[in-house]
């Protein structure tokens, strides 16, 4: 069984930093680590992926050019870094793992809120 667990979360003025760190067990091999986020009566939005096999990045829009997703193999750990915070990044922030590309995001972390003031 796959376990997940965030931490990193808290919360920053504009422009500030966080950096996320989500700590995975119990798998032998993970197809891909995600983060997703969910504010306040939105729906829950995809925000970055890594892929194990060649460490491939992908990230939404929204984000792209302020966050950094990255992956520790050895440690199995995947940790999103976060800059240029705006407001509209607040958010509570989920990891996900995926054990390959068919089943999708199927694990899911417990979550860790990230708060950005103007």
């Known amino acids: 069984q796959v376990h997940l667990v965030e931490s990193g979360g808290g919360s920053v003025q504009a422009g500030g930093f966080l950096r996320l760190s989500c700590a995975a067990s119990?798998?032998?091999?993970?197809?891909?680590m995600g983060w997703f986020r969910q504010a306040p009566g939105k729906e829950r939005e995809w925000v970055a992926s890594?892929?194990?096999?060649?460490?491939?990045?992908s990230y939404a829009d929204s984000v792209k050019g302020r966050f950094t997703i990255s992956q520790d193999n050895a440690k199995n750990t995947a940790d999103l870094q976060m800059n240029s915070l705006k407001p509209e990044d607040t958010a509570m922030y989920y990891c996900?793992?995926?054990?390959?590309?068919?089943?999708?995001?199927?694990?899911w972390g417990q979550g860790t809120q990230v708060t950005v003031s103007s």
């Open positions: 996900a793992a995926a054990l390959g590309a068919i089943a999708g995001y199927n694990y």
């Open positions: 119990g798998f032998t091999y993970l197809y891909s």
């Open positions: 890594i892929y194990s096999r060649y460490g491939t990045t």
